[in-house]
C-alpha cells in the first residue's frame, strides 16, 4: 500500500468490516427464524451455520487489519516499517503523538503522481522512433522505398515541429497543407 492510497485503505477496511457485520446480524436473524420452524429447514440451517462461521472468519480478520492499521497511523509508521522493524532500536521521528499522528492521517494530502511528464513525452519519442526505424526496415525491402521513406520523415518532421527537408515538391506541398489546417 502506497502513502498516497491510504486513507482509501482504510475507508476500504472500515467498510468492508461493517458489511461483514451487517451481514452476520442478517444470517444470525435468518438463523434464529429457521430455528422455530419445522423439519424441513435442517439443511438450510446447517448452510446458515457454514456461512455464518465464513462470515464471522472474513469479518473479524478486515476488523483486526483495520485495528492494525490505526495502530500504525497512531504510531506514525507504514506497514513496511513496522514489517522491518524499521523503528525498534531508535525513536521514530515521524511519531508526533496519538492526536498529532491521527491529525496528519485526516489532513493528509493524496498527493500527485511522481511519474513526470517529461518522461511521459521522452517514452513516446522514443516509442515513435522506434516505430520509424521499423518502419524504415520493412520499407527497405519495398521497391517503393525512396517515396515512401520521404513521406514518413515529412510526417514525423510534422508532428515534431522540425525542419523539413527540402528537395521534393511532396513535401512543400504537404507543409502547405498542414499549415492550412
Known amino acids: 500500500m502506497g502513502r498516497r492510497n491510504r486513507k482509501y485503505f482504510v475507508s476500504l477496511l472500515i ?3 461493517l458489511l461483514c457485520f451487517e451481514i452476520l446480524a442478517l444470517s444470525l436473524y435468518k438463523f434464529s427464524q429457521c430455528l422455530d420452524k419445522t423439519e424441513e429447514t435442517k439443511p438450510r440451517i446447517i448452510y446458515l451455520i457454514i456461512f455464518i462461521a465464513m462470515t464471522l472468519a472474513f469479518g473479524l480478520s478486515i476488523f483486526f487489519l483495520l485495528i492494525f492499521q490505526f495502530y500504525l ?3 506514525g509508521m507504514t506497514t513496511n516499517e ?4 524499521t523503528f525498534n532500536n531508535i525513536n521514530n521521528p515521524f511519531d508526533h503523538g496519538f492526536c498529532e499522528n491521527l491529525k496528519i492521517f485526516l489532513k493528509s494530502d493524496q498527493g500527485q503522481s511522481n511519474i513526470s511528464l517529461s518522461y511521459l513525452i521522452d517514452k513516446k519519442n522514443y516509442d515513435d522512433n522506434m516505430t520509424l ?5 520493412s520499407m527497405k ?4 522505398f525512396s517515396l515512401e521513406m520521404n513521406l514518413m520523415k515529412t510526417i514525423q518532421a510534422l508532428k515534431s515541429d522540425e525542419e523539413i ?3 521534393n515538391s511532396m513535401h512543400l506541398n504537404l507543409m502547405n ?3 492550412a489546417i
Open 177 to 179: 497543407e498542414a499549415n
Open 73 to 75: 497511523i497512531i504510531k
Open 15 to 17: 467498510y468492508t468490516t
Open 82 to 85: 513496522y514489517l522491518r522493524g
Open 141 to 144: 525491402r519495398n521497391s517503393d
Open 133 to 137: 526505424k521499423s518502419k524504415e526496415e
Open 165 to 167: 527537408p527540402n528537395g
